[in-house]
Each structure stands twice: as structure tokens, then as C-alpha cells.
């Protein structure tokens, strides 16, 4: 549980189904599940210059779609940030701020180290059967911005298809 590894955090996210409107393209499965499921949940210990947070993202899917957080870039763009797999088994998916560019994905299982590159934003999902739990470091001043997130979220879907993982490209995405 991340409440050991911070036992007094400075704020708590909670995602539950309920506040994931528009993040999951089945719509309606996601109105057939109880809303109060938690998908995520986000503890942080802000300092100064750096700050950093544990993510417990949830096993499960909305339809054929995975358990993921919502995503975001920074707010001061040119930030990066560092993420730390602690257990679980995901996918780490980026998006850069011109859609033009390469949106790459990432495997992210315990002990991955992955950089959440300038300009790009990022995702994690959890693919696996248990809760994924990463640690994510940050400039305490880059902020979160969802930026065009919000009405065409990410490239890439990850789905489950035929008891494989696999990715799809977003509708949202095919012109
Ligand atoms: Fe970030």
C-alpha cells in the first residue's frame, strides 16, 4: 500500500469510475460499473525544488480497455519527470504535444525506470492482475495540464483482444 511508503502525504488523489468521464472510449461500460470503483489513487510529498508521488493504479477494465490514470503534460512543458515501477506489470504510454510526432509505449513492470520525456504527455496502465505501484518524481513547479488530452486523449488505446494485450489507435486519431 503506498500509505507506507508515505505515511503522511501532503495530498491524496483519488480516481474513482465516476470521475472518469470520457477517459475510457467504452462509454457505456464504464455507466455499468459502480461508480465509486477506484481506478487510482495518487499520494504526493511536495518539497521545495522536487516532488514526487505514488500512483496505485487498480486491476480491472472499463470494456475491453485497461485500468489507466488520466494523463496529463506538464504544465511548464519543457519538464520531465522520472517514473519508478515498485510492483505490477504495465504500459507506460507518451504523447507528444505535436500530434504529428512518434506517441511511443513503454513496458512498465517492477524495477522499470522510465522517462517521462520534455514536451511529452504520459500514461500508465495496468495490464496485469494486481495493483501497479509506481513512484513518480517532478520539479515541484511543472504542474499538470491535459491540454488537447481532453477531447482526444491518447494515441494509442491499450486493450485486451483475444486474451492478449494489445493497442489500438484512438478513433479519435483516424481523420
Ligand atoms: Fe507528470
Known amino acids: 500500500m503506498p500509505t507506507e511508503e508515505i505515511s503522511d ?21 464504464r455507466s455499468l460499473i459502480d461508480p465509486e470503483t477506484i481506478v487510482y489513487r495518487v499520494y504526493r510529498k511536495m518539497h521545495p525544488e522536487i516532488s514526487y508521488g505514488i500512483t496505485e493504479i487498480f486491476p480491472g477494465k472499463v470494456g475491453c480497455e485497461y485500468f489507466m490514470t488520466k494523463g496529463h503534460f506538464h504544465k511548464r512543458i519543457e519538464a520531465p519527470g522520472i517514473y519508478l515501477c515498485l510492483k505490477g506489470l504495465g504500459i507506460a504510454v507518451l504523447q507528444h504535444e505535436n500530434e504529428a510526432f512518434p506517441a511511443p509505449i513503454a513496458p512498465f513492470e517492477k524495477g522499470a525506470i522510465a522517462l517521462m520525456a520534455p514536451y511529452y504527455a504520459h500514461r500508465v496502465i495496468n495490464i496485469g492482475e494486481e495493483n501497479l505501484i509506481f513512484i513518480g518524481f517532478s520539479a515541484t513547479d511543472s504542474g499538470f495540464m491535459y491540454g488537447h488530452l481532453e477531447k482526444k486523449g491518447f494515441k494509442f488505446l491499450i486493450v485486451e483482444r483475444e486474451n492478449q494485450v494489445s493497442f489500438l489507435i484512438n478513433p479519435n486519431y483516424q481523420r
Not at 483519488?14 to 462509454?27: A, C, L, P, S, V
Open 9 to 29: 502525504p501532503d495530498a491524496v488523489d483519488i480516481r474513482k469510475i465516476k470521475d472518469m468521464k470520457g477517459y475510457f472510449q467504452d462509454e457505456k461500460a
